[in-house]
């Protein structure tokens, strides 16, 4: 098929022929309407064997969700995610149009158009179709543990993974061209160890580090390795079917080849506590936020990773290295000894573990040879020529960031890493205790821990890298984020950001679900559990020797479907706040809230903390003890657990405890005594994020799942706690604030939720008045004696709400809140409805009409989009023409897309408001979502057309 017919199909779908020029490479047309989204590849194929051929490629690259196969009378949007089967098509979707196609008026072929592509509507029809996926690295790493586990004797574990590693890379080798196919399936099938070992000889004549120190011989490879060998790289080797090996290692991403390899032998030295790694988006994403442009800037710049684990930022920085050097030097690309100098000098890595070195080494050599021909390689192996540099002690170092010292005398220009995560443990391992020493010793050695908190790991590096650092040096890591959230690390964060320029702060805790989440991994042979179950962050830094003030970049993006799917980070203007450092000195609960909130729920948490006038004292009650050990004769007293009561009472008949017995943990019986208020540690997802909290004032024990609370004047003085301090506790406002505040309630994946005495010490309980306690104690009475009622629960909230004062749009941030979050939580209803539209159209009139002349109004009408979006056209108009809002159906997203109006698609895509104007009326283009359209959004959204409009407007004061 010629080139003009895959342009006239092209020119079909809407593409222009600029585009074409551009996009075209061979027979791939590749384009993106998102740099964060990959491109779609449209493929031109000549027969269904091709269509398999570039499914198997595409799923080892493991880059691409789909691709569009284009054939002479058909066109497949072929899934990429799912694994290749010899002669079976994984089609989504299939059109009877191809490049011979006539015509095409009555075939809908909207779908694979340039207009469903900017408008994100086929990103969204692939989320919806593209059901469970078997990604390569997932699929390789299982198939290596059944080998590894089926190959493992008494003690033979080292020879077991030199042996797999090796044959890795001659099978790597072998798919590249420089062995001839099925070089490594025929020496295994010969059965034959000196082969083998000859074949291993034969790399090594390439010398580097890839095979390091350690040598093997025959009778370290027995005749069932090379059976159990052959049978893994010649078929699919946990079913033990067919004859496809369906690994092509000259496509697999190199950094998943390491990835991989590192977590095959994580899995088994951490004896099932699960692997992780960092996923190859959020490298790419780490380093296009910040090496791109430094390396443009000087392409012979140097990184150092500190705990470089399988090279994956060093593999990524080295490929933007020699890029930004071949446009440097004019050059389409570098040379094989430009190429080499690049890893010999501006490439550096430390890591504890001498196997992550070994395999940093193989990940740098992979990305070394990626461009090389094998013709080329193999002249150097012919004539035993070393091309590949040794790495392993000289650019990278066996060594404990944390305690040595080391590259004292090198500062670099880019530092990057994913470091250890957690304290350090208290056991008896050597390198622990050193650690523990190191951190401990803070006025000695190591001034640079002075403010570490409980010997976090993460902390430490963040600190240590001050070592290497120059002046306009930047330093980006992937840290977990409780480090920037719990109480115990507050003198930290001061500290480092005094120190340092924190230029960008990524809070991910929304992402958590496609970063370090565990999930397991299930074959037929094994099952894997991968993913750590850590909230983390990305902060981006530079040093602050002169301790200047600065603005922070506070990022919290909150994870979409389509994000989730594609596993793309992107966020709108709505998720990124630009704050005062000293902002966060001043008020530490900033880092808290602006994970779930943003800048106006602050100030309002400011506003409702400052009338604070009581002190909250909060017990946690006593952990019981697995063993029932009885001290005295029995004294037997009620206990009650959470699902005892709900919000107000108590459903249920109180058991008896013997508090003459054991306990793990006893707490101070005074606890239990006294009118006090009580709660569970965990809110469940039926609380509907409120506090449900009860009234106690008998002797009545609880576990450590259920907090006490008693109140005190600021002189000490006891206050009597009452039904009054009840209904502000479970109240909305009480329930919003404790949400906020939170380092753990709404963070992460639920597990570690809960609600902690510190965060309950700060609930801003005030002295009431007469006339407003009674009208909240009727209210609880009501409550207590009637049950939940919608009404009173209502009536109630607007007593706190005037209790503390609150505004009516700091009313609408706390209901929104609670529309988001519970009434509107279901997929069905988190898509805004007609009524949703006129609400909102109804808060918009009331805010925009305040500037406008009596005999004027807004009129407006809508759309909603199942797929695409929702947009109102707003017009001024003499109030003698107002009418109700109207549907119309005419303003459809793909409408303006397929007119050239709307050319923000990146927005579409982040689901971020859009605004056209005309001469007589606008539109506002934003999400399908309800949160987009609530009240609180219409009163922000006339307020930015306001302040527009004022600002458009002429100076008079000159």
Partial sequence: MTKDVFRKYLINLGFTDAEFSSFLRGNYFSYSPDKTITAIKYVLIENDEEIFKHQLRFWNKNIDNVFIAVGKEKTHIVDCKKKPQSGIIKSIESFDYGVNTKGFANINIDLISKNYIDSSYFFQFIQQKQRKKQEVDKDLLLNLI?????????????????????????????????????????????????????????????????????????????????????????????????????????????????????????????????????????VNFMLSQSLKQKANENPFLTVFDPAVGSAAFLVESFKIIRDAQAKKLNKSILSYDEKKLILQNQLWGV????????????????????????????????????????????????????????????????????????????????????????????????????????????????????????????????????????????????????????????????????????????????????GASEPCAIVVFKPNANNSEYKINYIAPKLTTLGEHFEIIQYSNNESFLVDRLKFIENDTLWRVLVKGDTETFSLICKVFNQK????????????????????????????????????????????????????????????????????????????????????????????????????????????????????????????????????????????????????????????????????VENVTKLIREGNSGVIEKELNNNVFRLYNLTDYEKEIINEFYQIKVERASDKLRVVQQKDIQAYFEAFKESFELILSPNRTLNASFYISSNIGAIIKISIIEKTFAKGLEQDNTLQVLHFVKNKQLNETEKLLREEKIKLYEPTHFYLIKSNQFKDWTRRQAYKDAKEEIDLLFSNLPDTNG
């Fill in 146 to 282: 059944a080998l590894r586990n089926d190959l493992l004797d008494n003690g033979n574990e080292q020879v077991v993974h030199l042996i797999i590693l090796r044959c890795l890379f001659v099978k790597y080798l072998e798919d590249r061209g420089i062995f001839t196919s099925n070089y490594l399936s025929g020496i295994l099938a010969s059965k034959s160890s000196d082969r083998l070992i000859d074949a291993f000889g034969e790399v090594c004549k390439i010398n580097g580090d890839v095979f390091g120190g350690n040598r093997l011989t025959t009778d370290d490879i027995c005749e069932e390795y090379l059976d159990k060998l052959h049978l893994f790289f010649t078929a699919d080797y946990q079913s033990g079917q067919g004859t496809l090996f369906p690994y092509q290692f000259d496509n697999i991403p190199i950094q998943l080849i390491s990835h991989v390899y590192e977590a095959f032998l994580t899995n088994n030295t951490k004896k099932g506590k699960g692997v992780y790694y960092t996923p190859a988006f959020v």
């Fill in 351 to 530: 890591d504890v573990d001498s196997d992550a070195l070994q395999i940093s080494a193989f990940s740098l050599y992979l990305a070394l040879l990626e461009d090389e021909s094998a013709k080329f390689i193999q002249e150097k192996i012919k004539k035993s020529h070393p091309i590949l540099p040794n790495l392993i002690g000289n650019t990278l170092i066996h060594a404990n960031t944390i305690t040595d010292f080391v590259f004292e005398e090198k500062k670099f220009d880019f530092i990057v890493s994913n470091p250890p995560w957690g304290s350090v443990p208290t056991d008896d391992n050597k390198e622990h205790i050193e650690e523990r020493k190191a951190i401990d010793n803070k006025s000695g050695n190591y001034p640079e821990y002075s403010k570490v908190a409980d010997y976090e790991r993460s902390q430490a590096f963040l600190r240590r890298v001050e070592r290497w650092q120059k002046p306009d040096s930047t330093i980006v890591m992937i840290v977990k984020n409780s480090i920037f959230l719990n109480d115990k690390a507050i003198d930290f964060r001061k500290e480092f950001i005094s120190k340092n320029k924190l230029e960008t702060f990524y809070e991910l805790s929304d992402y958590n679900r496609i970063l370090f989440k565990k999930k397991t991994y299930k074959s037929p042979k094994v099952n894997i559990e991968i």
């Fill in 613 to 776: 006038e009581l002190i909250v004292d909060s017990r946690v009650g006593f952990q019981p003890s697995k063993i029932e050990e009885i001290y005295a004769n029995p004294h037997n007293i009620e206990l009650i657990e959470p699902s005892d009561f709900i919000r107000y009472k108590i459903i249920k008949k109180l058991t008896l405890f013997n508090w003459n017995q054991k306990v793990r943990r006893r707490t101070d019986f005074n606890v239990f005594k006294g009118s006090r208020l009580i709660f569970p540690v965990r809110p469940l997802k039926n609380d509907n994020f409120q506090i449900k909290g009860i009234l106690l004032e008998n002797e009545i024990l609880h576990k450590d799942n259920i907090i006490s609370i008693k109140l005190k004047e600021i002189k000490d003085n006891g206050i009597q706690v009452g039904k009054e301090h009840l209904g502000l506790l479970n109240s909305k406002l009480f329930s919003f604030y404790l949400f906020h505040i939170s380092s753990q309630w709404g963070i992460g994946d639920g597990k570690r939720e809960s609600i902690r005495n510190i965060d309950t010490q700060r609930l801003p309980f005030k002295l009431i008045k007469r006339q407003e306690q009674e009208k909240i």
